[in-house]
Nanobody, 127 residues
């Protein structure tokens, strides 16, 4: 089975940027659709972005409305990594961000669709 490890979180001021990485081991991430979710204190885990199988322009991507135009998800199958590029960050983006993988070609926006998870990385945006 695939193991996932997230990195790239940290403390950033509002308006700043971060790039999160979800690195896979044990299996090739090219065989999995991958989603990013986040969980803020006292709230449920919510969908952020997802990417289907494929490379470059062939992959289908999906975003929650609140991050459209600010976040971008991409994958590098050679590096076995999926990225979440986050720009124009807002305090309400503060959360633990986790990546999930599902062994199908298509994305999903609900948590239970993903079989494998990393432990997450903390993102804190100060005002």
């Amino acid at each position: 089975q695939v193991q996932l490890v997230e990195s790239g979180g940290g403390l950033v001021q509002a308006g700043g940027s971060l790039k999160l990485s979800c690195v896979a081991s044990g299996r090739a991430i090219s065989n999995y659709a991958v989603g990013w979710f986040r969980q803020a204190p006292g709230k449920e885990r919510e969908f952020v972005a997802a990417i289907s199988l494929g490379n470059g322009n062939t992959a289908y991507v999906d975003y929650v409305d609140s991050v459209k135009g600010r976040f971008a998800i991409s994958r590098d199958n050679i590096k076995n990594t999926v990225y979440l590029h986050m720009n124009s960050l807002k305090p309400e983006d503060t959360a633990v961000y986790s990546c999930g993988a599902r062994r199908t070609s298509v994305t999903a926006t609900y948590r239970s669709a993903y079989e494998y998870w990393g432990r997450g990385t903390q993102v804190t945006v100060s005002s």
